[in-house]
Antibody, heavy 121, light 110 residues
Framework: EVQMLESGGGLVQPGGSLRLSCAASGFTFTNYAVNWVRQAPGRGLEWVAGVTGSGANTFYGDSVRGRFTISRDNSKNTVYLQMSRLRAEDTAIYYC??????????????WGQGTKVTVSS | QSALTQPPSASGSPGQSVTISCTGTRGDVGGYNYVSWYRQHPGKAPKLIIYEVTKRPSGVPDRFSGAKSGNTASLTVSGLQAEDEAEYYCSSYGGSNNVIFGGGTKVTVL
């Protein structure tokens, strides 16, 4: 059974930093890109960042580029999202999600339960 | 890039069909066959129901079908059931390793 388990969310002040983790199991981890998608309270889904299976390539949405860094440790089957210079508008539930195929682009078949990030003073 | 455009709401009676549209541009929906659809119940993570425009992941019933014409994709849910009442989101690959979501459509089963 595939599992994606996020952790690391919490309350942080504007301008602060936070690191989210996504522990994956149940599939050949290195074969699949993993992405972060967020959902602000009462709002829709927003793609945040993605990393290829090898970790060699990373991609970012416009709203987080330059502030967030995605990475993965394939020895631990874990993907990270380092968030810095946080703003109130980064407040959201953050989901990690796996691509449905090794060749797919932007189709996420397995999602975690989400971790809540609140940016507030 | 701007979000894809979805109608805010749609509805149908049990057993009927409902179709949701998702409009983008040549730079996303129209340019790639990487349109996906998700169903999300309140407080839950999204669930993939269609990928690559028409494909269904294993376990998704054939009541769900996807299509695309030009810059507009669509999702049809046939044989509406109570469990289909949820928010539905489309997404598309937008080029340059970018993914764009639609604003969501709330489907109500009357």
């Amino acid at each position: 059974e595939v599992q994606m388990l996020e952790s690391g969310g919490g309350l942080v002040q504007p301008g602060g930093s936070l690191r989210l983790s996504c522990a994956a199991s149940g599939f050949t981890f290195t074969n699949y890109a993993v992405n972060w998608v967020r959902q602000a309270p009462g709002r829709g889904l927003e793609w945040v960042a993605g990393v290829t299976g090898s970790g060699a390539n990373t991609f970012y949405g416009d709203s987080v580029r330059g502030r967030f860094t995605i990475s993965r440790d394939n020895s631990k089957n874990t993907v990270y999202l380092q968030m810095s210079r946080l703003r109130a508008e980064d407040t959201a539930i953050y989901y990690c999600a796996k691509e449905v195929l090794s060749t797919s682009k932007g189709s996420f078949d397995e999602w975690g339960q989400g971790t809540k990030v609140t940016v507030s003073s | 890039q701007s979000a894809l455009t979805q109608p805010p709401s749609a509805s149908g009676s049990p057993g009927q069909s409902v179709t949701i549209s998702c409009t983008g541009t040549r730079g996303d929906v129209g340019g790639y066959n990487y349109v996906s659809w998700y169903r999300q119940h309140p407080g839950k993570a999204p669930k993939l129901i269609i990928y690559e425009v028409t494909k269904r992941p294993s376990g998704v019933p054939d009541r769900f079908s996807g299509a695309k014409s030009g810059n507009t994709a669509s999702l049809t849910v046939s044989g509406l059931q109570a469990e289909d009442e949820a928010e539905y989101y489309c997404s598309s690959y937008g080029g340059s390793n970018n993914v764009i979501f639609g604003g969501g459509t709330k489907v109500t089963v009357l």
